[in-house]
Every structure is written in structure tokens, then in C-alpha cells.
């Protein structure tokens, strides 16, 4: 973070302490589905207003919570662009059969209070396990309430085309087509209270998530930092509070990163250190009795279905760690992969064998790299700054020791460049094979952690085979017909419109799809 995007965000902070910068929000939140098996994934879309019900472009990031009375048993958040994101947050297996306590806000309302957080009641069916907190009522198939409209039958894979609702101001904002094989019961919950007096204790994260850490040794902090590894160069200088935490103004940063924080005191010795949970952690004081439709045919076959979804979702799992070209937004001034050269025990010895435009130097007994500036046809006169999957190595003789085998890319840069609160002339930087600093110890003050930035918009994506209940999520339709093609399983499915009217009050239009 530069010193400019830090005098902003001080500014930023005197505006909102005064009641100027940031508005009241109110948030709601959408979800693929109301009743969903241990081991799923709730699909959820969320959306910011003012407490007129107008939309409002203020937070970047939303949170989202479920919990029992007992604890928070999931979380996630979310990234919001113009006031909208969706995200998915995968269930943990272990929950046990009951209604759960979905919670939805951003930092700037937690300024006024949970009453105005935006909750909802969501049911989750654990078919693989019992648990003595299960609190489930199964009512036989046969007593469930008859639809109210007549259901739509189509043949697999014929088109189905959704139409809007008849009122032409209603906004359809999701779209969703769920297996409706374990009706639930209705249950509402008070709409949330309009925020009133701000308390100011919560910065509003206006350009992205705020990152916050705190020292977990009584000593005075004099410098700390967050450090993207592997998949870009990123650095995030740490800003004191008064309570005696750090703040990191992150910017355009998503999902699971491996992350490096480390913290120094004036002296130069490692400081202890770590993150602090960016949630609420709001718990309901009580929960009603989940009451589903159902039969034990029906659930031991979900529960199949389920384990089947979750043992090609682990398959087809990878390693997210992207090889970037490029760290910076332009191409380096010389580029090696090294599986394309031959192989050296020592990162010291592949610089000396074919690495150009950079030269060593010996400075007051320790080493330091320069890098060759073609435009001014001269080596830097200062030492060039030195990464390692993205992290600072600050003394040279352990990366020209590093096992060179590890190294997949280096990369060379020219010229100068702000990094975090430094200035350098020329970056050296190295990358991993893994990107995940391979074998490269640290010290005491830092610590490798893989870190849960907000999700940005991802995909829906159906495993094969169909057994999941939710075969289609559409989080982003707008004021637009769809088609569709309909599931290839035989069986009835819900179709779920979801949006707002004229007044910008919620709606949930649910029609019966009939696959026979």
C-alpha cells in the first residue's frame, strides 16, 4: 500500500468518525435453496441497499455466517461489486440434522448493531451420521401440503423457458433449479431493525478487505507486514490502531491465498503475531425443530447421491497456485524457466552460468544483487529488491544458497518500483515449483498461512453424474428471460425466482418442474 492510498483511507476514517463518509447499509442475501444435506454447498447471492431499500455501491466485501446456538459452523465472504456478489460455502459433513442461522453483513454495519444484520433460517440434513444434537422431525410423504399451482411437465432435456412475473417493475436478481425431494417447513423470521447511530468503531472497507492481525508477545511492534506468496507480488505494510492491532489495506485480492505475516520491533527481532477473525460470530439464542417431508428410501438415496458429489469434487481438486509470467503489470527485462536450462545445485551458480542483467556485489562483507538497466546502459547504483515466491528475502546469501532445483521461473525487472512502503531500483524475483517458499526457513516473526480472501463471483459448476439437489444457479439474471435445458433425471424440482419489486422489498416466486 502506498503512502497516498494511506493518507486517503486516514481521510476516509476522520470522514466516517464524523458521520459523513459511510451511509447506513442494509444487506440481503439469496440463497439456491432452503434445505440442503451435510457435505453440499449453499449458493448464496448478496446484495447491499440503504435503508430505503435503494441500491447502495459502498462496501467491497460482505460476510457470511451460518451457525447454531452453539457455535459458527461455516463462513465465507464475500466480494461486492456495485453492491452484488455471490459466493459458495461448502458444508461441513459433520453438522448435525437441524435449522442453522444464516447471517449476512458487511464491516460498515456492524456500526450499528446485529439487530440490523440480515438473517435467515436454513435447514441441513445430515443422512451419514446421528448426533445427540439432531433436532429433526421426519413427517410422512403422504401428508405433504398439495402445491398450489399445477406443476409444469417436460421431458429430459427438453427447453424450459422462465418467464418474469407478471408485475413488469419486479428485478429478477437469482435463479435456481433445485430436486425437491425433501420439502421443508416454512419458517420467517422479523424483518431486520433500520440502522440508526453509527458507533464509528468499524472502518468501512470502501476499496477492498481490511486484514487485521494482532502480537501475541507484550512487546512494543514496530513494523509488520502481509506478503501474497505465489501466485503475484503483493505487499501489504501493517497500519497501528489504537487498541493495539494492525490493519492491511488490501485491494483487489481473492480467494484462498497462501499467505506470509511477519512482524518486527524496533530493534529488528522477530515479534509474534497472527491473524484476528474478520467475523461477528453472531450465534441465534434459538432455533425452531427442523420439520421435513420425506422417507428412508428417499434419504438413503441422497445420501449416496451426496457421497458421490463429494468423491468427484475431491478428484477433480487441484492446486490453485498459479505460475504467474509476470508479477507486475509489464513483462520482465529477462525471463528463464529453468526446466528449459541446465540443472544447478544452487541458485549462486545458475546466476553465474546464464542468468543476464544481473551482478553481484560484496558490500560491507554481505552480498547484494543488482539488476542491468537497458535504457540507461548502466547496473543500478542501489541493490535491487529480491522475492521469493512473492515474499522479501532481505539477506542475499540465503537465496544465492537456495537449492536451484526448487526454482521453476526467474525473473529480472528494470528500474524502479514501489513495493508496499519501499522504493527499489530493479526486482530479482524467484518462483517455485510449488510457490509456497519451498524449503526456505523462517524466522520466528513470520508465519505461512493460507488465508481465506473474499470469494469474487465463482462459477456454478454441476458435477457429473446429476445427483446433486441443486442443478442449476443462476446468481446474476437481472431483467432477462432464460432457458434452460431440463435435468436429465427424472423427478420433481422447484424452480425459484428471486428479486426485488418496485419498492425494492424481496420477493420468492417458487413453480413445481415435473421431469417424467
Known sequence: MNMTKYLLSLILWACFRLGAAAQPEQ???????????????????????????????????????LSDTARLCAQTMVALNE?????????????????YMLTVYTRNMRNYGQQCFFRKIVSVVNTLRLSDRDNLLILPHSELPEATTPAAHYTPGKTVRVSLPADSAMTVQTLSVVRWDIPTADYSLPA???????????????????????????????????????????LFDGQAQKDGSWLYYTNQVFGALPTLLNAYDKD????????????????????????????????????????????????????TILHSANFFSIAPEYYYDLDEYTRFNTVKEALNEFVRGVRRRTVKGTHQLYTYNSEED???????????????????????????????????????YTFGNTICQGVLSFISHRGRLSNFKLDGGSHLVTYNFPQERPSFMLPEGGQTSTVLWDPSVG??????????????????????DARGVPFRSVSELVVD
Not at 431483467?479 to 426485488?500: H, T
Request: proline share 8%; glycine share 8%; aromatic share 8%.
Open 268 to 319: 529488528g527481532q522477530p515479534v509474534g503475531i497472527q491473524f484476528q477473525a474478520p467475523y461477528a460470530q453472531v450465534l441465534p439464542a434459538s432455533l425452531p425443530a427442523l420439520q421435513i417431508w420425506s422417507s428412508e428410501e428417499n434419504l438413503r438415496s441422497r445420501s449416496l447421491g451426496a457421497q458421490y458429489e463429494n468423491m468427484l469434487s475431491l478428484q477433480t481438486r487441484g492446486d
Open 83 to 99: 453492491g452484488t456478489g455471490w459466493a459458495s460455502l461448502p458444508l461441513p459433513a459433520t453438522l448435525h440434522s437441524g435449522n
Open 192 to 234: 431486520p431493525q433500520r440502522p440508526t447511530v453509527s458507533t464509528g468503531q468499524f472502518l468501512p472497507e470502501v476499496e477492498g478487505h481490511l486484514v487485521t492481525t494482532r502480537p501475541t508477545e507484550d512487546r512494543e511492534v514496530a513494523t509488520t507486514r502481509l506478503v501474497l506468496i505465489g501466485k503475484g507480488a503483493a
Open 479 to 500: 431483467s432477462r428471460l432464460l432457458d434452460f435445458p431440463a435435468p436429465q433425471e427424472r423427478g420433481s424440482y422447484q424452480v425459484i425466482l428471486q428479486g426485488f
Open 378 to 416: 548502466s547496473y543500478a547504483s542501489w541493490p535491487s529488491l529480491v522475492l521469493l515466491d512473492g515474499m522479501p528475502v532481505h539477506d542475499v546469501d540465503e537465496i544465492l544458497a537456495y537449492d536451484a532445483r526448487l526454482i521453476k521461473y526467474i525473473q529480472v525487472y528494470s528500474g524502479s
Open 27 to 65: 444487506a440481503v442475501a439469496f440463497t439456491d435453496k432452503d434445505c440442503y444435506l451435510a457435505g453440499e454447498r449453499l449458493q448464496v447471492s448478496v446484495r447491499t441497499l440503504t435503508p430505503d431499500a435503494q441500491p447502495l455501491d459502498l462496501s467491497r466485501v460482505a460476510y457470511v455466517e
